[in-house]
């Protein structure tokens, strides 16, 4: 599912004027034991972190110019689905794969999404072209508990009803608006912990009042499923990620 921070500098003419970039993420769906939804928007927030993260991100590393030249355009991300020899053949690109922590049993697994470094929107290599982009469905098969205080959180509208590969690319809009928001030190503190998060949806007041908050909001530009407006708050947490709330 395809998604783009609409809102990330006021100079918008200059960013849809940039060449465009799309950070592709796929997930691996097997029929007979699928992750839950909420690992594996948890682990697709935590795959963006790691990618941005990622020493071949920064400097001179190999990765460094698409992810510059991405974020100087649209910050656009796709979800994808894999399963068997579709996720063993995505796994052979260069990129990182990250790992949920659900359960696994004979009916379910724990989330793995492999993150890949930013391509031109027409640039997707023939393993990853293929696979199924609308439609991504996941369940939980209980609801998550509360999320510890010590944790960032990022907060999905309850108003909107998104597949679970929209809410994955909107996951990892929020992660990445907490991380531009951090030092290097904080930054670092983050990373050796390995990026512990959670992806929640509150009720409506609790909503409203996020989204006045001043926290890291996440404006989607609306290209798929929902209208533009806004999908994800990132609160920090009292351990991780310390956001600062504003005076709104």
Known sequence: MSSDISDRVADRTSRDEAPQFVLPLVVRIEKAAPPARTDALETAARAVLVILSDER?????????????????RIRKVVRRARGAEWRRASALPGITVLGAGPTTETASAAEVRVFPPIPLDGWPKELAKLQVSGTELDDTEAPPAPDPALPVLWLNPDLDMSAGKAMAQAGHGAQLAWWELSDTERKAWREAGFPLAVRTPDAARWRELTASGLPVVHDAGFTEIAPGKTVVAEGGSRFCPLQRGLG
Not at 59 to 71: P, S
């Open 57 to 73: 991100s920064a400097g001179e590393g190999e990765w460094a110019r698409a992810m510059r030249d991405w974020q100087d355009a």
